[in-house]
């Protein structure tokens, strides 16, 4: 009887594939994100690229959340599975808003601190690609995924201490252009947030090793 209610049940949905593909839709963003940071440099063809990548991770998203509704057996528990890919969503989603704020305010050549936190961002996004395959086999790859989400988080502290100097320079100039200053706080503020939802990703990752490792 308990093989005829298994056939019952639909197919385990591969719940890995799509963290992996909304991965690859994370670092398709952030490439164009570091082309979007180089000076004179279309805004808008690339603030197009990072759209057409949101709209991918939002279908991904959507199947996922239709895959917990429908599966029986998962391979984290149900509010793992929501809450990771929900942080890998913010994340796409914050690098949305950075393009966009860039786009808004014409930005054709980024403050170098800017730049520097793109670059952590690009980082960022190759070590998440690296560390959500792992999770396929959490106990055998579990020291490996907590050396990655250890980066991530280091990369975070280091997007903290460039958004500091970044805003105190653009400070010091403030007098002579107070409006600058008003529009690199705004995009400095959009492009840490990128970061802090790298670290909730890091954060929800370390939870499911601690759980299954």
């Known amino acids: 009887m308990f093989g005829w209610f298994q056939r019952l049940l639909p197919q385990k949905g591969d719940f890995f594939g799509l963290f992996e593909a909304h ?6 963003a952030a490439d164009a994100l570091l082309s979007l940071s180089k000076d004179d440099v279309s805004t808008g063809e690339m603030l197009k690229v990072i759209r057409d990548r949101e709209h991918d991770a939002d279908d991904i998203i959507r ?3 239709t895959e917990v509704r429908k599966t029986f057996l998962t391979p984290f528990d149900r509010g ?3 809450s990771l890919i929900g942080a890998m969503d913010d994340t796409i989603d914050e690098m949305l808003a950075s393009a966009r ?12 601190e800017m730049k520097e936190i793109v670059q952590l961002i690009h980082e960022a996004a190759s070590v998440l690609a690296e560390a959500v395959p792992l999770l396929r086999n959490v ?3 579990g020291a490996r995924l907590h050396e990655l989400t250890g980066r991530l988080v280091s990369l975070e502290g280091r997007a903290d201490e460039t958004h500091a100097l970044g805003l105190k320079t653009a400070f010091q100039n403030a007098p002579a252009s107070p409006l600058q200053f008003a529009v690199a706080r705004e995009v400095f503020k959009n492009l840490e947030r990128v970061m ?3 670290e909730d990703v890091a954060n929800e990752i370390d939870g ?3 759980d299954h490792a």
Request: hydrophobic share 60%.
């Open 196 to 198: 802090d939802a790298f």
């Open 80 to 82: 793992a599975i929501t």
């Open 101 to 112: 704020a860039i786009d808004l305010y014409e930005l054709k050549e980024l403050r170098p």
């Open 139 to 141: 106990g055998a790859n």
């Open 23 to 28: 991965a690859a839709t994370l670092v398709g």
């Open 208 to 210: 499911i090793v601690i």
């Open 63 to 65: 199947r996922v959340l």
